[in-house]
């Protein structure tokens, strides 16, 4: 078979994410559930823009609550043409992963054809478990499509800027053109990438295509703004808009402390990605004095993850179960593999292993075994993390998400985690952390809540109870009555294993005290039911 690296990877990435599924379904009492409460978000929107025509997380109003602006829209239509259901964000990621895998292929052979197929097989599943891919299907968000897209704008960007005789209307350039604002609207942070390459073609002097592409990519920020702010939004979606880091200069200390500290304190703190970026820039700093010029293909790759790895570190975040730096993991996991493929053999040809420099670069070697123990040791603990981490959510969200749609509909609840009780509850949702409204989002991005203008939301929305990790909202619980908690077991993936209930009114305790006995029965056994 002529293709069968491709073949295998694909049946590999494919088997592997029904078997996931299945212990997912079986640990849930039947029910399949994602790894994060934050893809209900996208699902709640969805299915409230597919039912009611409304852009919100509740159905009663228009709220920026999408990081993602253009995967919402995807469900969204799904929804439309399908009708509403759990399954949809899952194959969307299944088919567009698959996709993924077939793009790798096509770059690593059109590098070298001649690759010896063992080493392409290697390189595709190196790849995949090292994203990691598989956790990023179940998170059920736009990961995939993101990481699918900077694949494909980078490999076309390099081989655009790599060529000495420069056609804007050639079909690399036309196709790089066409993508750039799907790179842009499926995650924010491609902004980075896009503003780095921008910043490359200015320096080839190609200054037309570099306005172009950047206008491209500022259209949808443009739009998307547009329609936020006639509907009482801001500019940026609120969820942005609150997890970004917005420098606020004042001093010198301020700006050593924002590019300086800050950005080695989250470079340490992850691991994964600083030895990765040192790997890039040792790569690309060796393959220099060996007569790699700076345009050259895979230099230009090397390059750009270098740069927007550094510009993710100072604007955005990492962790949250792997996904915000797994497009970084990937970008830079593609370029490192490309370089070293210089050095494999082709196919008749035998590797030779240099015993004796290895051990002449010892630290090299130690340095790479580094590497590759953290890369796989985050693939391993991310893919065995799946079916427990879906299990928090069942146990905790879901769970919640239930008890307001048996009790509370079309009644008002405050809350912290927004997403599955949205998608399964019809409630009047106040977000304490910002992310259904922008009133709230400039109180949490300030530091502190206004009591006024919250009690005005709080009644605007008749607020019955509320659902919340206490930890985070001490300044403001004191003023509502302490009523219950629910605490789960084996918890790697909600911020809290205890969630606590609340009523704005005393005289409404009794009756949540009630409902939580009630429903009691129905919670899975392994949560913990208290009552104050």
């Known amino acids: 078979m002529k293709h069968w690296p491709l073949t295998l990877a694909v049946t590999v990435f494919l088997l592997v994410s029904c078997l996931v599924y299945t212990a997912v379904v079986i640990i849930n009492d039947g029910h399949f559930i994602?790894?994060?409460?934050?893809?209900?978000?996208?699902?709640?929107?969805?299915?409230?823009?597919?039912?009611?025509?409304?852009?919100?997380?509740?159905?009663?109003?228009?709220?920026?609550?999408?990081?993602?602006?253009?995967?919402?829209?995807?469900?969204?239509?799904?929804?439309?043409?399908f009708g509403v259901n759990d399954i949809s964000p899952l194959l969307l990621n299944i088919i567009i992963g698959s996709l993924v895998i077939f793009l790798l292929y096509r770059i690593i052979t059109s590098y070298q054809p001649e690759l010896k197929d063992s080493?392409?097989?290697?390189?595709?599943?190196?790849?995949?478990?090292?994203?990691?891919?598989?956790?990023?299907?179940?998170?059920?968000?736009?990961?995939?499509?993101?990481?699918?897209?900077?694949?494909?704008?980078?490999?076309?960007?390099?081989?655009?800027?790599?060529?000495?005789?420069?056609?804007?209307?050639?079909?690399?350039?036309?196709?790089?053109?066409?993508?750039?604002?799907?790179?842009?609207?499926?995650?924010?942070?491609?902004?980075?990438?896009?503003?780095?390459?921008?910043?490359?073609?200015?320096?080839?002097?190609?200054?037309?295509?570099?306005?172009?592409?950047?206008?491209?990519?500022?259209?949808?920020?443009?739009?998307?703004?547009?329609?936020?702010?006639?509907?009482?939004?801001?500019?940026?979606?609120?969820?942005?808009?609150?997890?970004?880091?917005?420098?606020?200069?004042?001093?010198?200390?301020?700006?050593?402390?924002?590019?300086?500290?800050s950005n080695f304190k989250k470079l340490i703190g992850t691991p994964s990605i600083s030895l990765l970026l040192i790997a890039a820039i040792f790569m690309f700093t060796a393959r220099y004095r060996k007569g790699k010029g700076l345009w050259e293909n895979v230099q230009i790759m090397l390059l750009i993850f270098i740069s927007m790895t550094v510009l993710h570190a100072l604007f955005a975040r990492f962790g949250f179960f792997f996904r915000y730096e797994a497009y970084l993991i990937a970008v830079g996991s593609l370029a490192l593999v490309l370089a070293m493929i210089e050095y494999l053999p082709r196919n008749g040809e035998k590797i030779i292993i240099n015993i004796a420099l290895l051990r002449k670069n010892k630290t090299i070697s130690a340095f790479?075994?580094?590497?590759?123990?953290?890369?796989?040791?985050?693939?391993?603990?991310?893919?065995?993390?799946?079916?427990?981490?879906?299990?928090?959510?069942?146990?905790?969200?879901?769970?919640?998400?239930?008890?307001?749609?048996?009790?509370?509909?079309?009644?008002?609840?405050?809350?912290?985690?927004?997403?599955v009780i949205n998608y399964l509850a019809d409630i009047k949702c106040v977000d304490l952390m910002g992310l259904g409204k922008s009133e709230i989002a400039l109180m949490v991005k300030s530091g502190k809540y206004n009591k006024y203008e919250l009690d005005k939301f709080l009644s605007a929305r008749d607020v019955k109870i509320g659902i919340l990790y206490s930890e985070w909202f001490k300044t403001i619980i004191y003023q509502w009555v302490p009523v219950g908690s629910w605490k789960i077991k084996n918890n790697v993936n909600c911020y809290s294993d205890t969630v606590s209930f609340y009523t704005t009114k005393a005289s409404d305790k009794n009756e949540l005290v009630a409902k939580l006995k009630k429903f009691k029965t129905a919670l899975p056994l392994l949560v913990e039911q208290k009552i104050y």
């Open 34 to 81: 994602y790894v994060l409460d934050d893809p209900y978000i996208h699902m709640a929107m969805a299915k409230n823009f597919a039912e009611y025509g409304v852009w919100g997380v509740t159905k009663y109003e228009f709220s920026s609550s999408s990081s993602s602006p253009l995967w919402t829209s995807l469900i969204s239509a799904v929804y439309i043409s």
């Open 119 to 261: 080493y392409v097989l290697l390189m595709l599943l190196a790849i995949i478990f090292i994203t990691p891919l598989i956790p990023m299907v179940f998170c059920g968000m736009e990961h995939t499509a993101h990481i699918f897209v900077c694949f494909l704008f980078i490999w076309l960007a390099a081989r655009s800027l790599s060529e000495k005789e420069f056609n804007t209307v050639s079909f690399n350039s036309i196709v790089l053109l066409a993508v750039v604002p799907f790179v842009v609207f499926l995650r924010y942070e491609g902004m980075f990438l896009v503003f780095i390459v921008t910043l490359l073609f200015l320096f080839k002097k190609r200054i037309g295509f570099s306005f172009l592409l950047g206008i491209l990519a500022v259209i949808p920020f443009l739009i998307y703004g547009a329609v936020s702010v006639v509907n009482g939004e801001l500019w940026l979606p609120n969820s942005v808009y609150v997890k970004g880091s917005i420098p606020y200069f004042k001093s010198l200390d301020d700006i050593l402390a924002f590019f300086v500290y």
């Open 368 to 419: 790479c075994l580094l590497l590759v123990l953290s890369l796989a040791g985050r693939g391993i603990i991310a893919l065995g993390k799946i079916p427990i981490a879906t299990k928090n959510i069942y146990e905790q969200q879901y769970q919640m998400g239930l008890f307001l749609k048996k009790y509370y509909q079309g009644q008002g609840v405050m809350a912290n985690d927004i997403g």
